[in-house]
């Protein structure tokens, strides 16, 4: 018994650094001296200077961008799960035709790469006057991850079993009652951790938010240059820049996306 | 997922059925509620995709026809692209369900701190394509972090050159483990829930017939996760034949898969319509390959 | 439920109680979102006199940081907001979604001459010649000018210049073959360096941008057609032009195989992945700015036909929607000034479009350096200039892919030189056939479609 558990102690420490290493690493060329990014061989230990992120922090409006990011994943979630929900009801709880065409067509949108989209729906926000506001990238956004939600939530409704609803119609709330006071609730946890990948995907999204914004960007649309086109020490800034918050927040919802699907057995 | 049993009924060893659905005709009720989802997807998405659909079909004098088609099929370097799309494909995804079964199954066990573990693996979730590509370029470059480190331990005497034009699968495999690292955070929270959501009755039972962990893994477990499988191994796919950041950051010009002949064709050659072809092309086996879990491990009922 | 439901139900709750929270936090972020967006006047820029620049050059964190902090910010008549890109479809993109939607966002654009023909084929572009007139007395060359010419109107006004150069690392000088002075190169004595750099050290270490964002291919357009043919497209597939292709062979057996993924030169060469490389003189400079005693740089090598070489020119155009025409002129004007056009060598490495002798006189080393370089190649005997391709439109990328398409085919995947050579020719004259472009130099003129040869 012991040995199994050492084995597993091991097992779960090595996948941990498995992990964690090349984020290490990425911190390390971010806060390195810029003789140090291109030193070799690299020091696992570097010379540690903030010089090329002060420089990178001043020059680029990263705390606005990054307000902004928050924002735009904001009303991404909202949406996407007000449009997301009742769709996933419908496929999890009933049998009609053009479910499973509308399952696959659904996933399959996705695959078609966003940029070659990029005149028509920039032309599209132009009309609109949206253009270049967080209201744009939050509406694209929101059609890139619905798909998704779509996908997570069906999983998470089709796990409440449906003799509760039936119950608690039996004892006279509506269809809709029942589905607010008994399937939600036990739902909350997946479409919790539905709700925390399309923030993260929503904030991840570099390329139609560089095409929807000019002056008002979000973080990834404004390092976009520094993570491509700018030499090393700033590449490096920038990605560290936008790793970090996602730290933070996967933190804060840890516990919601671990209760993804049910979150205790009887 | 499996629905659960309730204390009154006994175990037994067949599979959980997924919920029972309704009985009595639907009506327009789930019409209506997929609505809003149809509506929104055509107006944002479906419309300017059709704009870019017709780009395949039509010429560049905008004339319809197979033009395009014809350019596609006669792209230099389309048939490698082709089969390195399917070899990484092949590749990775075994690769990643091992991953992330190792890891689910450790947090799912009764290890101490498995919410430190678990939030550990997910942290990936966070780290966009981009990230990964300039990280894990910085690991295998020439006089990058790997090399660094080998030699440092006198394993070699000066750098190697991993991501050489001249060994193409070397390529393959930095990418593949690039890949593995970014995007197995999604699979272990799908099969995670799936595991949990197997009853504890068929472990325990298990147990009283001595079986070992393997056995238990191999004969309970796998067959019980079978829906939370196919749920993963359709996402993982559809978003593995999107990935080209991540190629294009390893192999630069080296190798090409689909995704970089997209996105290449319209950035570095702004032919749309060349990028369009290559994009129904995607979606195309995005749906063939969906369909084919879907009838490969079908799953009760819905 | 039974058993332990009310522990459940209590957990339940207070889940749910967090989580009603958390769905506040978002309601709360997406109303934050409907007031700022409400307050900063929603999209449309060019907002309260304010210029909206765009450009597809200057686009490292650097670049722009100098762009906005020591350039843009001498500028007397309003704020300006610059925003590059560094990748030139999203910035070609943006413009023409622009012009298509007829909104007034954007007042000026920075692009290359090359992508101006692109735009051209795509959306009307605003007659600049009022503006040329207006800055008559920058002097701008004639060359210039002529290629500021589409459809009979001046488009852009010339605003800066760059070629392409060659950066070594001074530890490769100890492996010059003897009698080779580096300023003063022959292919052949180029080849004869790389070699005995990979003997001597074990890894070869010269480098080209052959990635998919690197410049490679104005490395065969500009230079190495010209200098062993004398030609371009009259000279393709032509014999001098398979004996450079096996010249070229030779070189990529000694150039490390890392290359197709190298965008920017001056990465490797920083790195010391590479010790001899050619790039775009921007792509170097920050080898030369942070470790100026470490490298030299030196005018690209000559070949059996000359020198040839190719320069690169930016422009500055107002897009026909703008609605603060006369304050983008103003800008044009102050970035065409002497004071400002100086700052630009020395922040950016972007020279001005004039003659040599109106270069400043105090440029720091690295700078300097490459300024003596372009001095250098522009004066070579035997120089041949390849003048930046006219008349092709929308299909100069499709004529840039052949030759990507070529050196992919016989440097990567070792295909014969000479039935790739003659299928990509045959792509080459449909492109040029579907352009009706005209040749040009270092092409002899043609009366018609220029003919492949």
């Known amino acids: 018994m012991r040995v199994r558990s050492v084995g597993k102690y091991a097992g779960a420490v090595i996948l941990a650094l498995w992990v964690l290493f090349p984020m290490y690493l990425l911190t390390a ?40 990011s928050v924002i735009v994943a904001g009303i991404t979630v909202v949406l996407a799960m007000l449009l997301g929900i009742p769709a996933g009801y419908a496929i999890a709880r009933y049998r009609f035709r053009g479910k499973n065409a509308y399952q696959l067509s659904i996933v399959s949108t996705r695959a078609f790469p966003v940029v070659v989209l990029s005149i028509p729906l920039a032309v599209y926000f132009l009309q609109w006057g949206i253009y270049d506001s967080v209201y744009a990238v939050a509406l694209m956004h929101t059609a890139l ?122 | 997922m499996s629905g659960r049993t309730t204390a009154s009924v006994p175990a037994d060893l067949q599979p959980p059925r997924s919920s029972p659905v309704r009985r009595r005709r639907p009506g327009w009720a789930p019409y209506l509620l997929l609505a809003p989802s149809v509506v929104y997807l055509v107006v944002f998405f479906v419309v300017p995709l059709l704009q870019g659909l017709r780009l395949a079909f039509t010429g560049e004098d905008g004339a319809w026809g197979l033009a395009t088609v014809h350019e596609l099929l006669n792209d230099p370097g389309f048939w490698s692209s082709v089969w390195n799309t399917l070899i990484m494909l092949a590749i990775i995804l075994p690769v990643q369900l091992v991953l992330a079964l190792a890891m689910s199954l450790l947090v799912n066990s009764k290890l101490r701190g498995s919410g430190f573990w678990f939030y550990v693996y997910m942290l990936p979730l966070g780290i966009s394509e981009l990230t990964s590509g300039i990280i894990w370029y910085s690991i295998f470059t020439q006089q990058g972090w790997l090399n660094s480190v080998l030699q440092d331990l006198g394993i070699i005497s000066h750098p190697y050159i991993w991501l050489s034009y001249q060994h193409q699968l070397l390529i393959i495999a930095t990418i593949v483990v690039a890949e593995a690292w970014r995007s197995t955070s999604i699979i272990v929270i799908i099969l995670v829930g799936g595991l949990q959501a197997i009853p504890r009755e068929y472990s325990e039972a298990a147990d009283v017939f001595y079986a070992s962990p393997w056995q238990k893994l191999w004969h309970v477990t796998l067959p019980l996760l079978r829906p939370t499988l196919r749920t993963a191994l359709i996402l993982r796919t559809v978003l593995a034949f999107e990935v080209f950041a991540t190629v294009i950051a390893l192999a630069g010009s080296s190798l090409s898969v689909l995704a970089t002949k997209a996105n290449n064709a319209y950035t570095q050659f702004q032919e749309p319509h060349l990028a369009a072809a290559y994009g129904i092309l995607i979606m195309l086996l995005s749906l063939l390959s969906t369909a084919l879990f879907l009838v490969l491990l079908p799953v009760r009922t819905e | 439920m039974d058993g332990g439901s009310a522990r459940d139900r209590d957990r339940l709750i207070s889940r749910r109680g967090v989580l009603r929270l958390g769905a506040a936090a978002a309601g709360g972020a997406a109303t934050a979102g409907l007031l700022s967006a409400c307050g900063s006047g929603g999209g449309g820029g060019g907002s309260n006199g304010n210029l909206v620049f765009l450009s597809d050059q200057l686009s490292t964190t650097e670049e722009t940081a100098a762009m906005r902090g020591k350039v843009l910010s001498g500028f007397k008549g309003g704020s300006v907001t ?69 459809k009979g109107a001046y488009r852009f006004v010339p605003w800066i210049t760059a070629s392409y150069l060659m950066v070594a690392n001074k530890k490769a000088l100890a492996h010059l073959p003897s009698g080779a002075d580096v300023n003063t190169l022959t292919y052949d004595q180029l080849l004869a360096w790389a070699q005995k750099m990979k003997q001597a050290q074990g890894q070869p270490l010269f480098g080209l941008p052959a990635s998919p964002k690197g410049l490679i291919k104005r490395f065969f357009q500009g230079y190495a057609y010209p200098s062993f043919t004398g030609g371009l497209n009259t000279q393709f597939k032509s014999a001098a032009a398979v004996s450079m292709w096996q010249y070229f062979k030779q070189l990529w057996a000694v150039t490390n195989p890392q290359s197709p993924t190298y965008a920017f030169m001056q990465e490797p060469l920083l790195s010391g992945e590479v010790w001899v490389a050619w790039d775009h003189a921007v792509r170097l400079s920050d080898a030369l700015k942070n470790q100026p005693d470490n490298f ?14 190719e320069p690169v020119l930016g422009g500055l155009a107002i897009p026909s929607s703008s609605k603060n025409v006369a304050k983008a002129k103003s800008l044009i004007s102050y970035l065409t000034e002497q004071q400002v056009q100086s700052t630009m060598i020395t922040e950016e490495s972007w020279f001005p479009p004039v003659g040599d002798s109106a270069l400043p006189k105090n440029l720091a080393p690295g700078v300097s350096a490459e300024a003596k370089a372009i001095v250098a190649t522009t004066g070579a005997t035997g120089a041949i200039a390849s ?49 009706k472009a005209a040749c040009w130099k270092p092409d002899p003129a043609s009366t018609g479609v220029c003919q492949v040869g």
């Open chain 3, 82 to 150: 610059f925003t590059a890109f560094s990748d030139t479809t999203q910035f070609i993109d943006q413009v023409v979604a622009h012009s298509k939607a007829g909104s007034g966002a954007l007042d000026l654009i920075g692009g290359l001459q090359g992508d101006f023909v692109a735009l051209d084929a795509q959306i009307p572009l605003r007659d600049m010649s009022d503006v040329i007139n207006e800055l008559k007395d920058r002097n701008f060359p004639q060359a210039y000018l002529d290629l500021a010419k589409i």
């Open chain 1, 145 to 266: 991850v619905l798909p998704f939600v779509v996908l997570i939530t069906t999983s998470v409704l089709a796990g409440v079993p449906v003799d509760l609803e039936e119950a608690a119609q039996v004892f006279g709330t509506s269809r809709l009652g029942a589905f607010w006071r008994v399937v939600m609730p036990m739902a909350l946890p997946g479409l919790a951790a539905a709700a925390s990948f399309a923030v993260l995907m929503s904030y991840n999204e570099v390329f139609a938010a560089s095409i929807l914004t000019i002056e008002r960007p979000t973080l990834p649309a404004l390092v976009l240059n520094a993570l491509t086109a700018s030499p090393d020490p700033y590449k490096f800034a920038a990605a560290w820049v936008l790793m970090i918050p996602t730290f933070v927040f996967i933190f804060i919802m840890r516990r919601y996306i671990l209760g993804f699907g049910v979150e205790r057995r009887l």
């Open chain 1, 29 to 68: 060329g971010a806060f390195s001296t810029q003789s140090g990014v291109y030193q070799y061989p690299k020091s696992l230990w570097p010379h540690w200077s903030t010089g090329t992120m002060s420089f990178f922090w001043d020059s680029a409006g990263v705390p606005t961008a990054l307000g902004r």
């Open chain 3, 296 to 309: 030299v740089v030196f005018p690209a090598p000559s070949g059996p036909k000359g020198l040839g070489y």
């Open chain 3, 387 to 435: 003048q930046l391709p006219i008349g092709l439109g929308a299909q100069s990328s499709a004529y840039d892919k052949v030759f990507v398409d070529t050196f992919t085919a016989i440097a990567l995947n070792n295909a014969p030189i000479q039935s790739t050579l003659a299928s990509e020719g045959a792509t080459l004259q449909s492109v040029l056939q579907t352009a």
